[in-house]
């Protein structure tokens, strides 16, 4: 007997041979009873799920961030709460444009999300190697991104397209800039900087709010190809920034990023001379300097890419508390536009992949769906408010403020606190029945309690029938003994 482990089926069966198809004799034809060889052909049908839109081409590593300097005074984060302490991190670079199977050194964009497993659950920074974008508005991103794919008739990248939409579209002049400076063709994903490029919210304890802009900036410095060089490598190894960041991970070489922050008052943002929240724009250095947050290590590769690169899901909707949004227009389309992406490539149980999975306890009352694998929240109840003891929200002490807009706030508005009167109209209705009316009422009602076992919630209820008319509390609780 070998000791290797003994090959089986999906269900466990062992294999006996699985070299050889079963047959009607030597030369006959396969049959369908073999369900070894319908298992493995069904299953290889279906081992790609689609590939992301924007994003398709990358890779991806596991490290640590770890706190070098103190900004409690501006978010309550835990991740922050103290010096020297470490979060661990997955961080996936990509190309922006290509396919999966296009070149790493093409002229293009590069996507830098990280994400972070805090006790408090996931934070995703998902940026760019760019501090700005081409597009300022949501609207405008399937258009643009369209422009960079293929000619729907040749099937071959469009340069007309390309230069017709950004020539109607100024907004973009910064970013082209910089995508056809040297940055545009970087030397891999181990020297480049990532920014979040869109403005977001740190707020503290107090309850107070700043607007900041992440910084990722490498420790080793920046390198770039030269376009012929970048030119070469496409045809020559098209995977050569994969190659280096696992193989430089492998040898033990990790890359660094020192972590900073730009912080602007809420009233700065007010008062300040264009749109702060203008993606396609940065703050000036000058005026708004780095502040130092701590440090970002890569020191662990993958065991399985497709697993834990190709079904990575990251988004900037994923923040924790001491975190908010911005008024951003292009973020706030991402927040619908990335988790809306995942569901539909891997799934709507997407989140309990372990390599998206937050590594602190995690309670909600989503259930079933595809795929789901972690046991569906057992007998626990399955809706919310719930008088059992199922998960129950933490308002106040995780919201938010409220952030002004003009006349208006965004914030939750309790329709509890605002609208009392639940009961007049159901009274007017009531007293609207004749004898005969309300007493089906109540013995309609009573049939339908009488079945209720949970202690409290008859009590609860007939309290409300009180107020609407104390005759229907009084009939129902007669029925009910």
Not at 30 to 38: S, T, Y
Not at 127 to 134: D, I, Q, S
Not at 263 to 282: G, H, S, Y
Not at 391 to 405: N, R, T
């Amino acid at each position: 007997m070998s000791d290797r482990p003994i090959l089986t089926s999906n269900f466990g069966q062992p294999i006996p041979d699985n070299q050889n198809s079963v047959t009607a004799g030597p030369r006959g034809p396969v049959l369908l009873q073999d369900i070894h060889l319908v298992e493995k052909l069904a299953h290889f049908n279906r081992e790609r799920v689609p590939e992301r839109v924007v994003h398709a081409k990358g890779s991806g590593a596991y490290g640590t961030f770890r706190v070098t300097a103190d900004i409690t005074a501006y978010t309550r984060a835990k991740l922050f709460s103290e010096l020297g302490k470490e979060t661990p991190v997955f961080l996936r670079f990509s190309t922006v444009g290509g396919e999966s199977g296009s070149a790493d050194t093409e002229r293009d964009p590069r996507g830098f999300a990280v994400k972070f497993y805090t006790e408090d659950g996931n934070w995703d920074m998902v940026g760019n190697n760019t501090p700005v974008f081409f597009i300022k508005d949501p609207l405008k991103f399937p258009d643009f991104i369209h422009t960079q794919k293929r000619n729907p008739q040749t099937h071959l990248k469009d340069a007309n397209a390309k230069w017709d939409f950004w020539s109607l579209s100024p907004e973009a002049l910064h970013q082209i800039l910089i995508l056809f400076s040297d940055r545009g063709t970087p030397d891999g994903f181990r020297f480049m900087h990532g920014f979040s490029s869109h403005t977001f919210s740190l707020i503290n304890a107090a309850g107070e709010r700043v607007w900041v802009k992440w910084h990722f900036k490498n420790k080793a410095g920046i390198k770039n190809l030269h376009p012929s060089e970048a030119g070469r490598l496409a045809g020559a190894d098209p995977d050569y920034a994969q190659r280096d960041l696992f193989n430089a991970i492998d040898k033990g070489d990790f890359p660094k990023w020192r972590v900073c922050i730009q912080v602007m008052t809420e009233t700065q943002a007010q008062q300040f001379r264009w749109n702060p929240f203008d993606l396609t724009k940065i703050w000036p250095h000058a005026e708004f300097p780095l502040i130092e947050v701590g440090e970002l290590e890569l020191n662990r590769n993958p065991q399985n890419y497709f697993a834990e690169v190709e079904q990575a899901a990251l988004s900037p909707a994923n923040i924790v508390d001491g975190m908010g949004f911005s008024p951003d227009k292009m973020l706030q389309g991402r927040l619908f536009a990335y988790n809306d992406a995942h569901r539909y490539r891997i799934g709507s149980n997407y989140a309990q992949l372990p390599v998206n999975a937050p590594q602190c306890p995690f309670h909600n009352y989503q259930r079933d769906g595809s795929m789901r694998f972690d046991g569906n929240g057992g007998a626990a109840p399955v809706y919310e408010p719930n008088s059992l003891d199922g998960s129950a929200e933490q308002a106040p002490g995780y919201a938010e403020p409220a952030l002004a807009l003009g006349e208006v706030s965004a914030d939750r508005y309790s329709h509890a606190e605002t609208e009392h009167d639940h009961y007049s109209q159901p009274a007017a209705l009531f007293h609207l029945m004749d004898g005969s009316q309300q007493q089906l009422l109540i013995d309609n009602i009573a049939g339908s309690m009488a079945a209720v076992t949970q202690p409290g919630v008859v009590q609860r209820m007939l309290g409300h029938f009180e107020k609407v008319d104390p005759k229907l509390a009084a009939g129902i609780a007669a029925k009910l003994g």
